[in-house]
Nanobody, 129 residues
């Protein structure tokens, strides 16, 4: 059974940076797409970024482009999200999610949370002005 554990959340002032990590266990990390979603108070859960196995593309939400960077540490079964130039509107609970993805599997909507069957517990990120 896949298990995901987020870490690295916290409180930061606007303009600062945070680095989130998600550790993966229970299956083959290199066969899973890894994604980050976030949910702000009073808002729906929204897609942030996806990184794919098998050399597939990485895709960012418009709100994250140019500020957030995702990376995979394959030897550690870990995906990281470096968040720079943080804004108060980035305040949210950030969730790591995973989906097993076969080679050339592109038949699902990666921006929809129901496409992912494995989720972490969430990490709170609070950005003060």
């Amino acid at each position: 059974q896949v298990r995901l554990v987020e870490s690295g959340g916290g409180l930061v002032r606007a303009g600062g940076s945070l680095r989130l990590s998600c550790t993966f266990s229970g299956s083959t990390f290199g066969e899973h797409a890894m994604t980050w979603f976030r949910q702000a108070p009073g808002k729906e859960r929204e897609f942030v970024v996806i990184t794919r196995p098998f050399g597939g593309d990485t895709n960012y939400a418009d709100s994250a482009k140019g500020r957030f960077t995702v990376s995979r540490e394959n030897t550690r079964n870990t995906v990281n999200l470096l968040m720079n130039s943080l804004k108060p509107e980035d305040t949210a609970v950030y969730y790591c999610a995973a989906r097993r993805e076969r080679l050339f599997d592109a038949g699902y909507n990666y921006k929809t949370q129901t496409s992912y069957n494995y989720w972490g517990q969430g990490a709170q990120v609070t950005v003060s002005s």
